[in-house]
């Protein structure tokens, strides 16, 4: 399974729906979480940084 699936399971699995890949300036690769809500699927909450190594996941620390 390659990274973003992993983050994405990962992100279904804590509530969030969105997943997108970001690259820091270091040009390290992480994942921005985002849940919606609502029928017209508004952001309810800040998007969470995921990173995955060696295909487990877990929240970026700040």
Known sequence: MNDKKIALH???KN???IVVSK???AGQVYFEAY???GP???LVITPQKI???EG???WMEK
């Open 56 to 58: 487990k996941a877990a």
């Open 10 to 12: 990962f992100a279904k």
């Open 23 to 25: 690259k820091d300036d």
């Open 15 to 17: 509530g969030f729906s």
């Open 40 to 42: 017209e699927c508004s």
């Open 51 to 53: 990173v995955v190594t």
């Open 35 to 37: 849940a919606l809500d």
